[in-house]
């Protein structure tokens, strides 16, 4: 069975990383049908970009949406509801898929028809070099609500998985359906974790995700346009990552686990969103008492936030 791909590419003013991105869709073995870039309609610069592209180099392929709400959630669900597809593919304005993207994504779905998602790698160029490591285990969520990612240095033979990541992910129109994007999600950016909640509601309708470290886009991280600056931290943007993990695994799962994941979460939690004690681990290690103590507090807050959320 012949599929129809469409590709979705939300941005923000990175006209140079916008242009590589298509360039290298451009460049696909097997083109895609459709590629729909989702802009800002305040984005001017990428507007006018995206006009003398158009007049310079005429592409019956390329399609512009426009969106009026800040953050990515809007952004990917107006690509949903624009996309034209069987297959719905997501990669991000910073991201340059290999050759060999589409027309593996587009065979994968035509053999199997029980896939209702597939991601893959994304390869890390930071600091004048790629981020390096290998990693059996990723996209998974733990019953008590640890989640491990690892998608960019994951290794080893295509699994399935609970998640996907948005960089290089892309999902049967049929496994989509009605849903969305999660529009409770904090943030007027990234939205960190969105694609997390997504990826679960397609797996809990029955359908199969896949993770295949061979299907490969790079990935350039780009300075971002609102709160969260990577790096650097920042009151706001780790409440609002915290918020959406937490609300995630509130609603997703087991009451048991629910219950699990709060102990876990206020007393160990992650390197990037410490509980109690691993804030102390971290403090001993270097990162400082006060910043490890501030992380775990706005935590405290971020669940308690989200738990209300959850109980509406």
Not at 189 to 215: I, K
């Amino acid at each position: 069975m012949f599929v129809k791909v469409s590709v979705i590419v939300p941005t923000y003013r990175r006209t140079v990383d916008l242009a590589r991105c298509i360039e290298a869709l451009d460049a696909q073995q097997r083109r895609a049908d459709e590629v729909i870039v989702i802009a800002r309609n305040d984005d001017r610069p990428t507007i006018d970009w995206l006009t003398q592209r158009s007049a310079l180099r005429p592409d019956a392929q390329l399609r512009i949406a426009l969106v009026g709400r800040p953050g990515v959630v809007a952004a990917y669900n107006r690509g949903i509801e624009t996309a034209t597809g069987d297959v719905i593919c997501f990669t991000d304005d910073d991201a340059a898929p290999h050759p060999d993207w589409i027309a593996r994504i587009a065979r994968a779905f035509e053999q199997d028809a029980a896939l209702g998602g597939l991601g893959g790698r994304d390869i890390v160029h930071q600091g004048g070099g790629i981020l390096q490591g290998q990693k059996p285990i990723v996209g998974l969520v733990r019953w008590y609500g640890r989640l491990i990612g690892n998608h960019h240095i994951g290794h080893g033979g295509p699994r399935e998985v609970d998640v996907l990541k948005g960089v290089n992910m892309a999902f049967r129109s049929d496994a989509v359906g009605t849903l969305r994007f999660d529009e409770r999600l904090r943030g007027s950016g990234a939205q960190v974790h969105c694609e997390l909640a997504f990826s679960l509601d397609v797996g809990r309708r029955g359908w199969t995700l896949v993770y295949d470290p061979t299907l490969l886009v790079d990935h350039y991280p780009a300075q971002r346009s609102d709160e969260d600056q990577r790096h650097v931290f920042n009151d706001a943007a780790f409440y609002n990552a915290s918020f959406n993990l937490r609300l995630i695994m509130c609603e997703h799962l087991s009451t048991p686990g629910r219950w699990a994941f709060v102990t876990y979460s206020t007393l160990f939690g992650s390197r990037a969103d410490p509980g109690l004690v691993r804030a102390l681990l971290l403090a001993i290690n270097g990162d400082g008492i006060t910043l490890a103590l501030r992380k775990w507090r706005v935590g405290l807050r971020a669940m308690r936030g989200a738990w209300q959320e959850a109980m509406r």
